[in-house]
């Protein structure tokens, strides 16, 4: 069965520094996401992606943010200047239409330090 | 803001019986509810989903149930398994048919069946 991979599993980083998040979607899929989940918490919506463009996004996915579909496989977060409270799990998703289920990766925990 | 809600933060059943999970939210706009469980360092995998045009939906062991009126719905595993046991979140979505399909999780119920 198709997956979506992400990588790496675990980055560490300092604060201030940027960091990029990598997924590889399912490749048929058209609807690209991320997510995360702070330690002890829910799973937050961060950003939706479609057609090249970001569709919606949340009121984390601030200014410091920023995703990007550089080729036609890798769907990436990048963090400019991550802040302690950035740490979390960061999954990403996809999905091959509107109304079918996201299919998850396996996340990347992102420790700053 | 907790527009998906899961009280129960964990549940244990045992092996062979059945295990309900339930799950409330309070935004009318929600039309379509998945469940997920996760594994530890696993990403959420997609188990059930019902639209709001139903108010139930089964797939094997797995049955959801869903009623608008009250706005909830619940999971039902029968024959509970060992190999259940996981957290699982309760999701929501306003936006099924369009261009986005942003979920709305629950904070999720631990659910552990003893052999």
């Known amino acids: 069965e198709p997956e979506v991979t992400q990588t790496p599993s675990h980055q560490v980083t300092q604060m201030g520094q940027e960091v990029i998040l990598r997924c590889v979607p399912i490749?048929?899929?058209?609807?690209f996401y991320w997510y995360r989940q702070i330690l002890g918490q829910k799973v937050e919506f961060l950003v939706s992606f479609y057609n090249n463009e970001i569709s919606e996004k949340s009121e984390i996915f601030d200014d410091q943010f920023s995703v990007e579909r550089p080729d036609g496989s890798n769907f990436t977060l990048k963090i400019r200047s991550t802040k302690l409270e950035d740490s979390a799990m960061y999954f990403c998703?996809?999905?091959?239409?509107?109304?079918?289920?996201?299919?998850f990766g396996n996340g990347t925990r992102l420790t700053v330090t | 803001d907790q527009q998906v809600k899961q009280n129960s933060p964990s549940l244990s059943v045992q092996e062979g019986r059945i295990s309900i999970l339930n799950c409330d939210y309070t935004?009318?706009?929600?039309?379509?509810f998945l469940w997920y469980k996760k594994y530890p360092a696993e990403g959420p995998t997609f188990l059930i989903s019902?639209?709001?045009?139903?108010d139930k939906n089964e797939d094997g062991r797995f049955t959801v149930f869903l009623n608008k009126s009250a706005k909830h719905l619940s999971l039902h595993i029968v024959p509970s398994q060992p190999g259940d046991s996981a957290v699982y979140f309760c999701a929501a979505s306003a936006d099924s048919g369009g261009s986005n399909y942003k979920l709305t999780f629950g904070k999720g119920t631990l659910l552990t069946v003893n052999p």
């Open positions: 935004n009318s706009m929600f039309d379509y």
């Open positions: 998703a996809s999905g091959g239409t509107a109304t079918v289920p996201l299919h």
């Open positions: 490749s048929n899929h058209l609807y």
């Open positions: 019902i639209s709001s045009i139903k």
